[in-house]
């Protein structure tokens, strides 16, 4: 038995009025929707109580494990409504095995992958009216699992909490997409070998923040991390696996080498890239190799991608040694910006789904 009976109990709904204007300029993870799940976890009883609750304040033991520890994973993913009225979501079983192998790194239970889709169906239904339906927005869900044991000692909790919010999202790049600058962390790194580079969890981020600042001081909007041991080996940004293109229209991406994320937008372009039969190679890649392509034609586009702005254009790359990388007005890149548009329109239901990636949620008529 792997599926629950959720509990409603209905928010005071925001009224439509306030609700349509927020979701006319929505931004990001600002306002969220009128409900959330919650599904609690103990060795005992395992996955229970599970339900639907008005969005608001958790009970919370000033002793909770994730306040210490920093036992806490989180999945990102979005529901999007089609031109019919119809709300999906993309490939959410490929959110809920990866929020289970980041379960396994942080000793956390894991959840059983149709009790994930149904937490997010119980949620995109009850709140289907906060799903916006202008260009590029969506609904961004948040599932999210803390370790609430009240207990100082060091050991995995025995008590979790799984968690759905929700939250409207405006297009990424508000006046079309623009290439963004990186900078390149010599002094900070975000992963290591055996470490948790992998999982998808809140301290990986919380590492992240300080080059990140670092990063936003020299007009760069995300920081490019390498392998901690070689400092060259390209690992992925903070929250965005990274593509190269060359010339004759390889791509290449550094491999799963157990320091990065496996992105689910990263896999999807992977396929759609192979689909249009242009090689895609998922190896080592080195800032030394990106830096002597650029500088001699053979690489032409770089671009990072992610859940939250799809792709991101990268048209410069830089570290304290100055810019290593210049695309100038050459970016966005014309393949990178087919890719995109293929794989949005996928998801918003103007291209056709060959891969079987959207998952209907609610049906418009019914
Ligand atoms: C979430 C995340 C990504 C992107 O994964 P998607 O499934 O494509 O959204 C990449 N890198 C890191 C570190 C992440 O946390």
Redesign the pocket.
Known sequence: MTELTFTRTPATRLPDAEREAVLADPGFGKRFTDHMISIVWDREQGWHDAEVLPYGPIPMDPASSVLHYGQEIFE?LKAYRHPNGDIVTFRPEA?AQ?LNESAARLALPELPVELFVQAIRELVTVDADWVPSGHDQSLYLRPFMIADESFLGVRAAERARFMVIASPAGPYFTGGVKPVSIWLSGEHARAGRGGTGAA?CGG??ASSLLPTRIAAQHGCAQVLFTDSATEDTID??????LFLVHRDGRLVTPELNGN??D????KSLIRLAQDRGLTVEERKVTVGEWRAGAADGSITEAFA????AVITPIGQLKSEQGVLVDFGDRAPGELTMSLRDELTGIQFGTVADRFGWVERIVTAEG
């Open positions: 990102g959110n990866r998808k990986n981020y992925e940004l903070g929250g965005m696996n990065i994320l992105g689910i937008t990263r991608c992610g859940t939250a």
